[in-house]
C-alpha cells in the first residue's frame, strides 16, 4: 500500500468512527451550598450538541462513597466502579479548596486504580482568583501516578459565582465555550486513540 492509499485508508477509517466515546463527568464537590451544579449543568450544556459523546455524570454527593479506604468495598463503591471502567474518558469538575481539590474526589480516585487505567482526564474548575487552576495542577500529579492521561487545555472560573447570572449562563459565554470545546476536542481525540489502541494491544501497566 503506497502513502496515498495509507493516508485514504486512515481517513475513511476516521470517517467511519461513528461509535460515540463514553465520557463520565465526575462532580467532585459534595458541600452543602455547593456551586458545582451550576457549573456542571452549564458544562453539560456544551456536551449535549456533540453526537460524538455519549455522557454519564458522576455525582460524587449522590454516590456517597465511604470516606475510608479500609474494611470491604461496599455496593456504592463497586456502583461508581463499574460506571468509571465502561467509561473511555473522563471530565472533572472541581473547585479548589485550600489551593487543592476536595477530599471526595481523592475519596473516589483511591477506591479505584485499574478503572482510570490508560484514559484521558479533562477538568472544569473553578474557584477564586486562581478559577481553581491549583486543584488541577495538583490532580494531574495524582493521575499520572493511576496510568491516566491529562489533556493540556482546560476551562476554568475565577470568580466563579460572579461568572454566572441568575439563570446559570455565564455572563460572558464566548470563552468558556470556546475553551470547552478545545478541551474537548483534544479529549476526543485521545479517547479514540486510547481506546483503539488498546484493542490492539493491551495497555502495560
Known amino acids: 500500500m503506497n502513502t496515498h492509499d495509507?493516508?485514504?485508508?486512515?481517513?475513511?477509517?476516521?470517517?467511519?468512527?461513528?461509535?460515540?466515546?463514553?465520557?463520565?463527568?465526575?462532580?467532585?464537590?459534595?458541600?452543602?451550598?455547593r456551586f458545582a451544579p451550576t457549573v456542571a449543568a452549564w458544562f453539560l450544556r456544551q456536551t449535549a450538541h456533540r453526537h460524538d459523546l455519549a455522557v454519564d455524570v458522576i455525582d460524587l454527593a449522590e454516590a456517597r462513597l465511604?470516606?475510608?479506604?479500609?474494611?470491604?468495598?461496599?455496593?456504592?463503591?463497586?456502583?461508581?466502579a463499574g460506571r468509571i471502567d465502561a467509561?473511555?474518558?473522563?471530565?472533572?469538575i472541581t473547585p479548589e479548596y485550600n489551593h487543592s481539590y476536595p477530599a471526595s474526589l481523592k475519596t473516589a480516585i483511591d477506591w479505584h486504580y485499574a478503572q482510570w487505567r490508560a484514559k484521558p482526564v479533562g477538568f472544569v474548575s473553578y474557584g477564586g482568583l486562581s478559577g481553581g487552576l491549583r486543584a488541577v495542577e495538583h490532580l494531574r500529579q495524582v493521575y499520572a501516578e493511576l496510568h491516566a492521561v491529562t489533556v493540556r487545555d482546560t476551562?476554568?472560573?475565577?470568580g466563579a459565582r460572579s461568572c454566572f447570572d441568575a439563570s446559570g449562563e455565564p455572563l460572558d459565554p464566548a470563552g468558556p465555550e470556546a475553551a470547552a470545546k478545545t478541551m474537548l476536542d483534544?479529549?476526543?481525540?485521545?479517547g479514540r486513540?486510547?481506546?483503539?489502541g488498546k484493542t490492539v494491544r493491551p495497555y502495560a501497566a
Open 155 to 158: 476551562v476554568s472560573f475565577h
Open 186 to 190: 483534544q479529549l476526543i481525540w485521545w
Open 66 to 80: 465511604p470516606e475510608g479506604l479500609s474494611g470491604r468495598p461496599g455496593p456504592e463503591v463497586s456502583e461508581v
Open 6 to 33: 495509507t493516508q485514504r485508508s486512515a481517513r475513511e477509517s476516521h470517517e467511519g468512527d461513528t461509535e460515540a466515546l463514553r465520557l463520565a463527568v465526575v462532580v467532585a464537590s459534595t458541600r452543602e451550598g
Open 87 to 92: 467509561a473511555d474518558a473522563f471530565v472533572v
Open 193 to 196: 486513540t486510547l481506546r483503539d
